[in-house]
């Protein structure tokens, strides 16, 4: 009894030689309809609204209370960055900082935006 015919007494085993012929003839096949599904993606997909958020982000994060904190986060990575921090030194707790104050600003003005 060799391992093989040992391991697939246990597993059954697969063969899919032939699939590669099938999924060409359903390629080939669906080929003759990729101009009717193609206009019909396009319709669908001509409308989609663009994303406010990121814009309102970058406007809190830069004005009013939430700059210094940015000013703040730049600068440690900065320094971070340019290796003048202790060894192990992230901007973790800046971050979180900064993105609090920019979410608590932001979340009433995309919420005015989506009425």
Do not use: W, Y
Not at 7 to 23: G, R, V, W
Not at 42 to 56: G, K, N, Q, R
Not at 67 to 74: D, M
């Amino acid at each position: 009894m060799t391992l093989a015919t040992f391991f697939s007494s246990f597993m059954p085993t697969a063969q899919c030689e032939a699939a590669p012929e099938k999924e060409e003839n359903e390629q080939s096949a669906s080929g003759e309809n990729d101009g009717e599904e193609s206009k019909e993606e396009e319709e669908e997909e001509e409308e989609e609204p663009e994303d406010v958020m990121p814009a309102i982000r970058e406007d809190c994060a830069n004005s009013g209370k939430c700059a210094s904190l940015t000013k703040h986060f730049n600068h440690c990575q900065e320094k971070v960055e340019a290796g003048e921090g202790f060894k192990g030194e992230d901007c973790v707790e800046e971050m979180c900082s900064m993105m609090h104050c920019v979410d608590a600003c932001s979340a009433p003005k995309l919420f005015a935006k989506l009425r």
